[in-house]
């Protein structure tokens, strides 16, 4: 018994003592064939997106209206409209401004000549909304309560104050696609063009990581996603998980590939699926009034419309639509002195 007791101890104590090999596992390297990458973490990435910040810009837009009033009891019909006499028969003439905002992104900066990317939507203020006095009615056969005609629109990037509003220079609304640009008297040496090359977001796969950078609801943000339907349309346009928030529209979309350091644009935000509901709205004259829940309500109701926005479905311009609206806008912006090849076909194959 002792004999064999001795034995295990000392088959138990020779690993210990005894020059013992050990196999040493290679740590993962990620494979260097130029393939958009699925992982965010790679080295010097805060600082590189922090640089990307200073390209990009809030837009505000602000559109003035004239809102004519009309007599339910003298109502006016399609003819008013077009003999234009419907301001004479206006029983109160307001005016008032809407405004909206977004993102843009600083893309040519010639001397003092810039140059924005947004998208079209957010400059897309109605010229004329006319209110019937049945919305369920057609403009031929019933009576208008209201026509707003829209006066001006100006456009404003946040970080250019003293340059005034920008001037639309190209849009198209289908593909939501706007450029809009001026000539600066004192450009900020704050703001620095997008420096980093158009990628191709037709070689976006399922689960590739991209960053975002926008102003949701007016704050500078950077979020991130994963890209899903990729390559959905002849032009490569794919979905992103990212949170959308309105304010995004117009950010950019980046991407980076293994063993090439840096991002490459491969998109840009335009929208997140939504819907609208009507609501009931108490009296828009007297919104300031603090209500009380316990107590009934007794003031005049208004029908509006609420949107509900689904939040992680977010739809991307890819930059091949950027690219193809550029090339098909691209003699008229020369003309006015805009050349934009750098940034637009940087990347083009």
Known sequence: MKGGLLFLSVLFLLPAGSCVTKRAVPAAVPAQDGRYVTE???????????SVTHSVSKLVIVAYYTTCQFDAADPVRQYSLSSGNFRERASSITSSHETVSGTATLISRSGNRVAFLTCAHIL?????????????????????????IKDKQEIYCRDLPGCGPMELLVMDRAEDIALIGRVCPDPPDGMRPFAYPAGRAKELGWGCAAYVIGFPVGSLMITKGIVSNPNSDATGAFMIDALFNKGFSGGIILASRTGIPGFELVGMVRSAYSKNEYVLRPDKE????????????SGE?????????????TYAVPVEALRAFYKRFRPELVMQGYDLDPFFLSGDK
């Open 40 to 50: 965010f973490a790679f080295p010097d990435a805060s600082a590189r997106l922090e």
């Open 301 to 313: 109701i208004h029908v509006g419309t609420a949107e509900s926005i689904n939040y992680g479905v």
């Open 286 to 297: 007297i919104h300031e009034y603090s209500y009380n829940e316990n107590s009934a309500y």
């Open 124 to 148: 897309d203020f109605p010229d004329t909304v006319i209110t019937f006095s049945d919305p369920s009615r057609t403009l031929s056969t019933d009576g208008i309560r209201s026509i707003a």
